[in-house]
């Protein structure tokens, strides 16, 4: 088996679907065998893409404000692997970015968590991490809703884009019931 250093060398370096990325491959990917904390998201946007640094824009501020957590313990590898279900940007769409490429998770993941093997709480962010990942509901509401069905390893969450604000609003038990037990969940995670 490959150190995770040199999967992560190779990851870094795909090009698999450079010719339908309009930026190009640039893949954004985080990881070290000693994380706790794994957070899978969609992809990269165009802030992510241009500086390299995942979560690094108005989505990564919220995800941090419900984890409770500052930017110098998020982008902490020792602690927080971060492996996108679709390591590079896809490119616009009608109502926002495209989705992630369908290439990277089936191509990469695997590989990346057989490596990770100290992780103990993987935050599922969007419909793609969870459909991926579990046997989601018919909608992401009702997979948030049912967060604890998947535990104690998987933990479901919306997405934190501002373009979510309205979902948020309409289904404030989220923030008032789900994001106080995530925060202790994740508290607890790094003080063992």
């Known amino acids: 088996m490959k150190s995770l250093e040199s999967l992560l060398k190779e990851i870094r370096a795909c090009t698999v679907c450079e010719k339908h990325l ?4 640039n893949p954004i990917v985080r990881a070290k065998k000693s994380a706790k904390l794994l957070i899978v998201g969609q992809a990269p946007g165009t802030k992510v893409h241009q500086t390299g640094i995942p979560w690094n824009d108005p989505s990564g501020d919220r995800l941090r404000d419900w984890l409770d957590m500052d930017r110098d313990t998020f982008y ?5 692997a971060i492996v996108p279900m679709g ?3 896809p490119g616009k769409g009608k109502s926002g970015d495209l ?6 998770a089936p191509l ?8 990770c093997s100290n992780v103990e709480l993987v935050l599922l962010i969007g419909m793609y991490s969870q459909n991926y990942y579990l046997e ?4 992401l509401t009702e997979t948030v809703r049912s967060w604890k069905e998947y535990g104690p390893l998987y933990f479901p969450l919306p997405h934190p884009s501002p373009r979510n604000r ?4 309409k289904n404030d038990w989220f923030e008032k019931e789900v994001v106080p037990i995530l925060r202790k969940r994740v508290k607890k995670l790094f003080k063992g």
Do not use: M
Request: aromatic content about 14%.
């Open 22 to 25: 309009p930026l190009g491959a």
């Open 76 to 80: 902490n590898e020792d602690y927080i």
């Open 87 to 89: 390591f590079c940007y």
């Open 99 to 104: 989705p992630p490429r369908e290439e990277c």
């Open 108 to 115: 990469w993941h695997e590989k990346v968590l057989n490596q």
């Open 136 to 139: 989601s509901k018919s909608t």
């Open 166 to 169: 309205l979902w948020v609003k």
